[in-house]
Nanobody
């Protein structure tokens, strides 16, 4: 079992920055993919960014590439999402998630993830 707890959401003006954190605990997850997703009201949950917990390549959605950066701190068992140049359309509940499989093709698909956090609200005002 893996427990994930997000924090760091809030209200920010357009052009501002936020850093989300996802604290992970539970069974060993070093081989897992960790991802960030978001869901705006009335919309489906969408992929934002992902990486393998052990390191290596990162993956980001086209809509956030160049603005958002995913990273992790192994010593703290924490994953981060640094969000810069925020736009009103980035407003959503942001979730972190863990995918225990190994198929890189699945990392952008929320239904392949096995564990989810409770989400943190990000609101960007214009």
């Amino acid at each position: 079992q893996v427990q994930l707890v997000e924090s760091g959401g809030g209200l920010v003006q357009a052009g501002g920055s936020l850093r989300l954190s996802c604290a992970a605990s539970g069974r060993t997850f070093s081989s897992y993919f960790m991802g960030w997703f978001r869901q705006a009201p009335g919309k489906e949950r969408e992929f934002v960014a992902a990486m393998r917990w052990s390191g290596g390549s990162t993956y980001t959605a086209d809509s956030v590439t160049g603005r958002f950066t995913i990273s992790r701190d192994n010593a703290k068992n924490t994953m981060y999402l640094q969000m810069n140049s925020l736009k009103p359309e980035d407003t959503a509940v942001y979730y972190c998630a863990a995918y225990t499989g190994s198929n890189i093709s699945y990392v952008t698909l929320p239904y392949h993830y096995d564990y989810w956090g409770q989400g943190t609200q990000v609101t960007v005002s214009s």
